[in-house]
């Protein structure tokens, strides 16, 4: 839409300044919009005209902008020109802008905003996005949370753009934990505990023989033999490995569920026990790997000894470690999937780790790893529910759907739902995502069930109820209003500010003072349609953010 008007400002700059309009689109830009005062539209940077003259022969730019702004006509699509610090500017006719906007709104629904020109020469790209991650035999911990939201965030925004997204769980199904907790179950788990309660019982037994090991020298060193009977295949160690797998992966799903995510792919450490022996092989050939007095190996990605940069791969007893699965997982990914890009969504507590397994690819002679690329966030801290500290996001997600029912319930404005528990459910998870993603990605925040639930201001809790408002507006006026509208009718300030935001805090105002009710039929129609249109931007924007958009509050 905008690229259309912007086309017509270059072919009439074009007549003028005897240039081909694809060579002055680049000089055309947006304006901000200003809630305070009405700005142009658009304005031609008269500096980027003339970037080819050095600054001794170059005229006065803004007699330059003036002396341009004079040549100029208003037509159909531009109604006001003016000159601004060294820039023209163009004001769009707003009839044209009305009918344009809504009907591009109405036309492209859900791809509202993403046929634009500006993606159209979008290369499709394959990009595989690791992300959540949590860790098998352990229940769905906070922490996650942040890499489930920002990374199905990341995945959404990519599909959106055209790209092939596979989303990958990578899960922390291998490792000494399972020593650990393998050496526990023997010493303190209870099968009917574990068939009823499967999480909650391989927590406390987690929890129990941590405390045991650091006490009992013989606990720690069963812990290392029940995990290296793993790594070697013993079919007893295994299949209660895989007991705890199933049994955890069987919880996730029920958890991704409520949250409304997905993945393409369920893969863990465990795939690459074997294949990290292979990576072991492929350094050694290389003349990189180092063994250490304590038997471990190393690699030094200095080159020259500096402790900071050297990167433990294998344990003394010769069993693989983190940065090993990882380097295994990535080749075999590239073979899988060849992909132009590779994400991967963990908190920055990980940052200097991955830093050394894209630099460890690079050195193995895998060109491609510059294709990979880690995002970090910040943690959340002080997440409470009311009965205490927080572990496990299932809580997280329980107190939200109560709180909000709570809330819900002392509201005279909340309707009756035929399913008030999914409606909660909804509204607390956006506004937990939007609390999520107000602050900067890599700062830690501070977490207030306050600033959650607050239904002003940018949070999730009031995008749900502006939603919800314009769908009930569409529901009880849509039927006689929907099939034709004049764009005449949508000609005060207030219209067209909404037209140009597509807002929902603009919409929430305006809905109490662009009246429907009692409207004359073509006033209410073009009303109609426009909160329509603000609905259903409003929605794919929810939707991207990973927000479930309910029609009823």
């Given amino acids: 839409m905008a690229c259309g008007f912007r086309r017509s400002i270059a072919s009439q700059l074009s007549r003028v300044l005897d240039l081909p309009p694809e060579n002055l689109i680049k000089s055309i830009s947006a304006v901000p919009i200003s809630r305070k005062e009405e700005v142009a539209d658009f304005q031609l940077s008269v500096d980027s005209l003339l970037e080819n003259n050095n600054d001794h022969s170059r005229p006065d730019i803004q ?5 341009l702004a004079e040549k100029l006509k208003c037509d159909t699509v531009v109604s006001e020109i003016s000159t601004g610090q060294g820039t023209v500017n163009f004001k769009i006719n707003r009839e044209l802008l009305t009918k344009t906007v809504l009907q591009q709104v109405i036309e492209d629904g859900s791809k509202y905003g993403l046929k634009s020109e500006l993606f159209s020469g979008l290369p499709q790209k394959r990009i595989v996005i690791e992300f959540s991650s949590p860790n098998v035999a352990k ?25 092939q997204v596979t989303r990958i769980n990578y899960l922390g199904d291998w490792g000494m934990q399972f020593g650990l907790l393998g050496t526990g179950f023997q010493l303190f788990g209870y099968e009917e ?16 023989v941590n405390k045991e090991a650091a006490d009992d020298k013989n606990v720690a060193k069963s812990a290392h033999e029940f995990f290296q009977r793993l790594e070697l295949g013993d079919m007893q160690a295994l299949a209660l490995w895989q007991k705890f797998r199933d049994l955890s992966i069987d919880e996730y799903m029920r958890i991704y569920k409520r949250l409304g995510v997905h993945f393409d792919e369920y893969s863990g450490e465990s795939f690459y026990r074997e294949k990290s022996q292979e990576v072991l092989k492929l350094l050694d050939s290389k003349g990189l790997l180092q063994k250490t007095l304590k038997g471990t190996a190393v690699v030094d990605l200095s080159g020259n000894g500096d402790p900071s940069s050297i990167c433990t791969v294998m344990r003394s007893d010769g069993t693989s470690l983190y940065a090993t699965r990882d380097l295994a997982a990535a080749i075999d990914r590239m073979e899988k999937y060849n992909f132009d890009k590779m994400i991967y969504v963990t908190d920055k507590g ?65 309707k009756e739902l035929e399913n008030p528990q999914e409606t909660a459910e909804q509204v607390g998870l956006a506004a937990l995502i939007i609390q999520d993603f107000r602050g900067f990605l890599l700062s830690d925040y501070q977490f207030s069930w306050d600033r959650v639930f607050q239904s002003r201001g940018d949070t999730g809790v009031f995008l749900q109820y502006t939603h919800a408002r314009l769908h009930s507006l569409e529901e009880t006026f849509g039927c006689g209003y929907l099939n034709d509208f004049n764009t005449a009718c949508l000609q005060e300030p207030q219209s067209v500010s909404i037209l140009q935001h597509l807002l929902s805090h603009l919409a929430a105002v305006a809905h109490r003072t662009l009246h429907i009710r009692n409207s004359p039929p073509e006033v209410a129609g073009a009303r109609l349609h426009l909160f329509r249109a603000v609905r259903s931007v409003l929605a794919n924007g929810m939707k991207l953010l990973g927000i479930t958009p309910v029609c009823r509050m």
């Fill in 139 to 163: 229940k769905f911990h906070v922490g996650h949370l942040r890499s489930t939201i920002i990374g199905n965030f990341i995945a959404n925004l990519k599909e959106a753009l055209g790209h």
């Fill in 350 to 414: 990980q940052k200097k780790h991955f830093q050394q397994v894209f630099q460890m690819l690079q050195i193995m002679g895998y060109d491609w790893a510059e294709r990979c690329q880690h995002v970090p966030f910040g943690v959340v801290q002080g997440m409470k529910t009311r009965r205490g500290d927080v572990t496990f996001l299932e809580d997280v997600l329980n107190e939200i759907r109560l709180r909000m029912l709570q809330n819900m319930a002392s509201i005279k404005t909340t």
């Fill in 193 to 208: 505990k574990l068939q009823s309660s499967p999480l909650q019982h391989l927590f406390e037994v987690y929890v129990q």
């Fill in 63 to 67: 007699i330059q902008a003036m002396r």
